[in-house]
């Protein structure tokens, strides 16, 4: 029997105890899920200005994922009632049907130099196409290191852009390999080095110098492909099911109000394993919406299809400026940790991993909302919730939540009212 069969059953202690032996934490490690905010003080206070205490949130596990057929227990951090629960079902529909396939391009993230008030855009594009290979130099001399370490400057791109007073703008990309470091500083000292050569050799003015989140030459991308008979229901058959999430993706296709929706449900998953694995979740949130919006109109981040042997097909890519180094993740312990839970070993896997959850939290919110309604699935956490939100002590919360459940008064008044009659007795 699978130990973490029923997880979410198990009490605390009897959840760490099994994640200790199948991840073999250190005493140290166990420790820092035992706590309450695992980030010292101390180190919290180097890592904002103005520090006055530590923010925490649940840290939990999403069970049953399987992506290029290797498994992995997820990570997720974040507040909101069922998408963990959520996520573990997706999975295991998706794992039944052979797991998710994900590939990833190579990472190079991208550095923009605005060069303004250039005297001849042509020529200006000439001068720089003619001295790439020097500008590269001049850029790599910036991070030798990096460079050492098999990533750095790899190439340049000149593109222009109007502004609406008709300005044509000259805009270079500095494309860069910054390995397994998401790079932001990395990329940011390079444009910056960049600039003074840019601007003789354009007589133009090197307005901004910084990195782009919109990361489309780092992207990864997922798929997966479930039969019919998986997707059945009691009151619904699978084909039923398939055509009716088919029909859910075609919606937020053409309407840009669900389209929104349909996409923070994706984000739900992503944004909680980018948060666990200290990665910026917020560079993550602006380059998947940009990257949806890049033909000029905002669109759904997943594709559901069906093949010509009527198997639903899922798909999504996305650009993923995540990270195995650097920033935040060597200083939180929560983040190596969960790297250490996952079994996550590179930036490219991570990034692959990161959109199977993206994939799978959509699967699973379309399944429910064609079927059951989304309502059913967030009731009994959100009775929870409710009850804490009344004052429940931790031994009432379960009375209350059923409570809640069972006599349909959803309400903070009613919870109140049930915990007073508890401690009457």
Not at 17 to 29: H, K, R
Not at 59 to 87: F, T
Not at 275 to 299: C, I, L, P, Q
Not at 378 to 384: D, E, F, P, V
Request: charged share 20%.
């Amino acid at each position: 029997m699978n130990a973490f069969d029923k997880f979410y059953k198990k009490t605390l202690e009897e959840r760490r105890a099994i994640l200790a032996e199948y991840a073999d934490l250190t005493e140290e490690e166990q420790a820092f899920l035992a706590s309450t905010g695992a980030l010292s003080l101390e180190k919290a206070n180097h890592m904002i200005e103005n520090t006055i205490g530590i923010y925490s949130l649940p840290l939990g596990l999403s069970m049953n994922m399987r992506l290029n057929d290797k498994n992995y227990i997820v990570p997720m951090a974040m507040e909101e009632p069922s998408v963990v629960a959520a996520q573990s079902s997706g999975a295991k529909l998706i794992a039944q049907n052979g797991g998710i396939k994900g590939t990833a391009t190579d990472r190079q993230m991208i550095g923009q130099i605005e060069l303004i008030a250039v005297p001849d855009i042509q020529l200006a594009i000439e001068k720089i196409t003619n001295n790439q290979e020097k500008l590269l130099l001049i850029a790599n001399e910036a991070h030798p290191s990096l460079k050492r370490r098999g990533g750095g400057a790899v190439n340049l791109r000149v593109r222009t852009a109007n502004t609406t007073q008709e300005e044509t703008l000259l805009i270079v990309h500095l494309l860069v390999d910054t390995r397994e470091a998401m790079g932001a500083n990395m990329v940011n000292t390079m444009v910056e080095t960049l600039a003074p050569e840019l601007e003789r050799l354009t007589d133009g003015i090197a307005n901004m110098r910084i990195l782009s989140n919109l990361v489309d030459d780092a992207t990864a991308t997922v798929s997966c492909r479930i039969s019919p008979e998986s997707l059945a229901t009691k009151e619904q058959t699978g084909e039923w099911v398939r055509d009716r999430i088919i029909a859910a993706y075609t919606f937020a296709d053409a309407d840009i109000y669900r389209a929104a929706t349909h996409n923070k449900g994706i984000m739900n998953g992503i944004d909680a394993v980018v948060m666990a694995f200290g990665n910026d979740w917020r560079a993550v949130e602006a380059a998947s919406h940009a990257y949806v919006a890049r033909t000029g109109s905002y669109k759904p981040m997943t594709k559901w299809s069906k093949d010509e042997n009527g198997f639903l097909i899922g798909e999504l890519t996305l650009p993923m400026p995540v990270a195995f180094v650097g920033g935040s993740i060597g200083v939180h312990p929560i983040a190596t940790l969960s790297q250490k839970i996952a079994r996550v070993e590179s930036a490219k896997e991570l990034a692959m991993l990161v959109c199977a959850v993206g994939l799978t939290q959509n699967l699973a919110a379309l399944k429910a909302l064609v079927t059951e309604g989304i309502q059913r699935g967030h009731m009994s956490l959100q009775a929870k919730s409710l009850a804490m939100t009344a004052g429940a002590e931790a031994e009432e919360i379960e009375a209350v939540a059923t409570f809640l459940q069972e006599s349909k008064q959803m309400n903070v008044l009613a919870a109140k009212a049930y915990i007073e009659k508890l401690r009457q007795n």
